[in-house]
């Protein structure tokens, strides 16, 4: 069956956005480094379950045998989809950098978890990791421009993904925060309305929120607590932008405010995303 999974769809758009972009923004990215992503990502996604699918079965009286790995098979969409995101917002100059990028970026998952789940979102720790590691890396926020009709086709997109996994208050909060804080920003300044609109309509604020801010396996579980936290995110953006003037400053807002997630769920409790899978796997580790 065609698209059973939520996640089909996150890999649908983000391929069309990838393509899109590279015919019609004429990126830098080449053809190899992105061969080099996928298969990093997918590469550390089969290696890691495979480790966690043996210990299990050492667990076990009876071992299963079969030489089929269920958890990759359930989640090698997540690794996809990590590495789509990192081939949208990460540049760079050598394939070692990428593959740095997309082997720490699925690690993340299986090294930062607290009661079964991840809290860095692995997108975004591949993207730090770089920045941080390398002196190749860097991060384009223009690189989208300021098009219309691509941030109309990023809110059309992100709508269906959010409406399909019901985390739409997470982008709607951090999105709303943001520009008020803008907006209160630019009338003390005095700034025409163009610079506001400039600062916001960017198709890599609008990746983030909808495609990377609302990963539902690493944000809080609690409705409650993805208000606070979009906020939080909001906020801490807001300041780094304006104290240490980073054009990456939402990678790193998210990057080190990902921890609190832990302290949310522990103080409202509420169950834990599980993706749409078929019936033929289980939902297991993503």
Same mark, same amino acid.
């Given at each position: 069956m065609i698209l059973q999974d939520n996640r089909d769809y996150q890999i649908l758009f983000l391929s069309g956005f990838l393509g899109l972009g590279i015919i019609t923004r004429d990126w830098s990215l080449k053809?190899? !480094?992105i061969i080099v992503v996928i298969i990093s990502?997918? !590469?550390t996604q089969l290696l890691l379950t495979s480790w966690v699918w043996f210990f299990k079965q050492k667990q076990k009286i009876t071992l299963? !045998?079969?030489i089929i790995n269920p958890l990759f098979i359930?989640?090698?969409r997540s690794g996809l989809i990590t590495a789509l995101g990192l081939c949208l917002l990460l540049r760079a100059n050598h394939s070692t950098t990428m593959m740095l990028a997309g082997s720490l970026a699925i690690a993340s998952k299986f090294?930062?978890?607290v009661n079964q789940k991840h809290f860095f979102n692995p997108a975004n720790f591949g993207i730090i990791c770089a920045l941080s590691l390398t002196n190749d890396a860097w991060v384009s926020p223009?690189?989208?421009g300021n098009d219309l009709w691509f941030l109309l086709l990023f809110l059309g997109a992100g709508a269906m993904i959010l409406k399909r996994v019901g985390r739409w208050e997470t982008s709607a909060i951090f999105l709303g925060f943001y520009t008020l804080l803008e907006t209160v920003r630019n009338l003390w300044l005095g700034w025409s309305w163009d610079v506001l609109s400039h600062h916001l309509m960017t198709g890599s604020l609008l990746l983030f929120a909808l495609f990377m801010l609302t990963?539902?396996?690493?944000i809080p579980n609690h409705y409650f607590s993805r208000i606070l936290w979009a906020s939080a995110i909001a906020i801490v953006t807001f300041m780094i932008q304006y104290s240490l003037y980073l054009s990456t400053s939402i990678f790193w807002a998210l990057f080190l405010l990902s921890p609190l997630t832990i302290i949310l769920d522990y103080c409202w409790y509420s169950s834990q995303f599980t993706w749409k899978v078929s019936k033929a796997h289980p939902t297991v580790l993503s």
């Open positions: 053809p190899e !480094l990502c997918l !590469l299963n !045998l079969s359930t989640s090698w090294i930062f978890r223009g690189q989208w990963d539902p396996r690493s």
